[in-house]
């Protein structure tokens, strides 16, 4: 796993320059012109005067909308970079990205309205039949009316905006075609985002641990069904654990800590068992000097698509979603738990027999060392004369 370090430092920036542009494109590819019944404004602003209605989905990009009192709009709106203004009736959702929502006195919102890194005002008397979102990166999530009166849900009427149901997710009557659209648009993004920034930190990942990350990756290929055991178990038992030692006081930091433990573990364990899955993907492509690097952007980039991309479509994608971080999440939960973070190697190895002293040499040559011809000489000759016999007794 060894890289030139000049290369590195090129693939890196070669990565987050891709995630930049990926995130710019959509916006400028959407550049079309509108669907009939539809509104699609680009730099500038829109006002939908007293009285007037509009029949289909409004989308500013860049710029303000207006909705005034006595005037209605049979779709949704959204204000993407820039704020909504809305005095009147919205047939659908409305939505704010970057900017705030200021809903007056006469505002009737037969759907959500959400406001995306913005906050929404809400007159007293405004009526929202839908959920009340805000995000907001000072005040964080909210869902719901947070005001004088506390937190507040307004319910749908009966027989309004086509019955009780059509404010579900997986129903939406009104929906028309720009809704669809911005639906995916959105959705689209976000997976491409999510896919952006975790390729990239698989990257840095293989730079600076590639050990940890191997010892993680073994760890799943070898034991993958015990890797999903031990993170279900784990995140079973992560609810229970936080209580009990949030009942101890001495134990609270911990207990604090622990979520933030599990989300650690998923986000390395997400990085490796992606870096197996492409290396896997690759190794059958017959691809030929595949380097770490690239195995871990494939194999991240295709498990995160497949973990985020389901979610455009209503219900089903998001059960799609659900079942491939339940199954890998999982799995790689349990990678890391069972490997203690990438530190030790699961199972573990052996450690090496010692390997016994040779037998020690002889002290005598085996063989002599004496030329053949000397020892031939040295031999004792015969006599030439033979001893006399005996004499006889």
Known sequence: MRTNSHQKH?????????????????????????????KIIFGSSFTLASGESLAGDLVVFGGNVTVQQDATVNGDVAAIGGAATIDGVIN???????GIIQLGSHAIINGDATAIGGVIHRDPNAQVHGNIVETN??????????????????????????????????????????SWALHFLLGGMSAVAWTAILAALSVLLILL?????????????????????????????????????????????????????????????WLALGWLLGKEILKAANTQNATPIWEAIVGVAILTLLWRLPTIMPFIGGVASFLVMFVAGNIAIGGVLLTRFGFRDFPAQPAAAPTPPPPPESVLPAESSIPAEIEAEAEPQQPIIPPPPPPAE
């Open 137 to 178: 990166g000072d005040k964080g999530s909210t869902i719901g009316q947070i005001g004088p009166d506390g937190f507040q849900l307004t319910p749908i009427a009966p027989g309004e905006f086509e019955g009780q149901f059509n404010n579900l997710p997986f129903h939406r009557a009104e929906r028309g075609p720009l």
């Open 92 to 98: 659908g959702d409305i939505v704010a990205m970057g």
């Open 209 to 269: 641990a590639p050990r940890p990350t191997e010892r993680v990756a073994n760890a799943i290929r070898h034991n993958i069904l015990l890797s999903f055991g031990v993170g279900f178990g784990a995140v079973l038992l992560t609810v229970p654990l936080i209580i009990l030692m949030a009942i101890t006081i001495c134990l609270i930091p911990v207990a604090i800590a622990i979520p933030f433990i599990l989300l650690g573990s998923l986000l390395f364990g």
């Open 10 to 38: 090129i693939i890196i920036a070669i990565v987050l320059l891709l995630a930049t542009a990926l995130l710019l494109t959509p916006a400028i590819s959407h550049a079309q012109g509108p669907t009939p019944g539809d």
